[in-house]
T-cell receptor, first 116, second 113 residues
Framework: DQQVKQNSPSLSAQEGRISILNCDYT??????FLWYKKYPAEGPTFLIS?????DKNEDGRFTVFLNKSAKHLSLHIVPSQPGDSAVYFC???????????????FGEGTQLTVNP | DVKVTQSSRYLVKRTGEKVFLECVQD?????MFWYRQDPGLGLRLIYF???????EKGDIPEGYSVSREKKERFSLILESASTNQTSMYLC????????????FGSGTQLSVL
């Protein structure tokens, strides 16, 4: 049961244009959402996050939008740069207990390629 | 910056071998995690630990065990490696139980022949 889905395994964009990566989730208990970026031969690194009490969070060229009613979030990269070429993972968090805290569920990942 | 170090970048093992994957973090984080990454499946949680000597099963714990004797070190053990455990293994840590921001190691690509 894939609770977090990234339906596009790959995406191409032109340098200077917008890249939009999408993510859908099914678990209504998720209350915090994150995007991670992964380059080959490296571990994923945190990119941006959003709490379920917000519908938008912006950090430089990166903006995450959350639509709770649709259980959908998206990552916008404007303008896209060739260095943004990487695999992007969407992740969602739900509390699991006072001592165990919360844990993340990841999507399958989307390979973004930004062409010069 | 937080550093999460995985002892091996690449490992090749034979079916039935016992395999140890080691992970060390240097920022006194409480939580540590082991994930595996497979194409088309994303990152799946194997085990995690929120304190020394504490462990919790993740989504796919079968065939794995873990050890956390010291706060900075979290080991993943494959008791009897099988070919379906060929994967990229990623260790991660986070500051507290409610801090979802994970810091990942570079990963260990394990091949079981």
């Amino acid at each position: 049961d894939q609770q977090v889905k990234q339906n596009s395994p790959s995406l191409s964009a032109q340098e200077g244009r917008i890249s939009i990566l999408n993510c859908d989730y099914t678990n209504s208990m998720f209350d915090y959402f994150l995007w991670y970026k992964k380059y080959p031969a490296e571990g994923p690194t945190f990119l941006i996050s959003i709490s379920s009490i917000k519908d938008k969070n912006e950090d430089g060229r990166f903006t995450v939008f959350l639509n709770k009613s649709a259980k959908h979030l998206s990552l916008h990269i404007v303008p896209s740069q060739p260095g943004d070429s990487a695999v992007y993972f969407c992740a969602a968090s739900a509390p699991i207990g006072e001592t165990s805290g919360s844990r993340l569920t990841f999507g399958e990942g989307t390979q973004l390629t930004v062409n010069p | 910056d937080v550093k999460v170090t995985q002892s091996s970048r690449y490992l090749v093992k034979r079916t039935g071998e016992k395999v140890f994957l080691e992970c060390v973090q240097d920022m006194d984080h409480e939580n540590m995690f082991w994930y595996r990454q497979d194409p088309g499946l994303g990152l799946r949680l194997i085990y995690f630990s929120y304190d020394v000597k504490m462990k919790e099963k993740g989504d796919i714990p079968e065939g794995y065990s873990v050890s956390r004797e010291k706060k900075e070190r979290f080991s993943l053990i494959l008791e009897s490696a099988s070919t379906n455990q060929t994967s990229m293994y990623l260790c991660a840590s986070s500051l507290t139980a409610t801090n979802e921001k994970l810091f990942f190691g570079s990963g260990t690509q394990l091949s079981v022949l």
